[in-house]
């Protein structure tokens, strides 16, 4: 099983960023996808999920309006499109499985997002 992410690096504030997470060694629809993120001395928190086939994505109050999550089930693939990056989107990004059939969960390792000015 991997959860490989990529996308993340350097933006300033008002910048975009895309992620993405290539799933890989389990059933990919079979799973409720998220990102988490974690910044420094913070604990990790959720930032938006999807369901298995897309539907209801849902979102941490301060990325509303700003961040899309979507997913890709032909390509086991689910996006983070991040607009008006702000310096508190500053963290680790993490890719996340959850079955919808058991408990079973999968992490990535992490992309980092940093925004200066």
């Known amino acids: 099983v991997q959860l490989v992410e990529s996308g993340g690096g350097l933006v300033q504030p008002g910048g975009s960023l895309r992620l993405s997470c290539a799933a890989s060694g389990f059933t990919f629809t079979s799973y409720v996808m998220s990102w988490y993120r974690q910044a420094p001395g913070k604990e990790r928190e959720l930032v938006a999920s999807?369901?298995?086939?897309?539907?209801?994505?849902n979102y941490v109050d301060s990325v509303k309006g700003r961040f899309t999550i979507s997913r890709d089930n032909a390509k086991n693939t689910v996006y983070l499109q991040m607009n008006d990056l702000k310096s508190e989107d500053t963290a680790m990004y993490y890719c996340h499985a959850s079955s919808t059939l058991s408990k079973t969960v999968y992490w990535g390792q992490g992309t980092q997002v940093t925004v200066f000015s």
């Open positions: 999807i369901g298995s086939f897309g539907s209801s994505p």
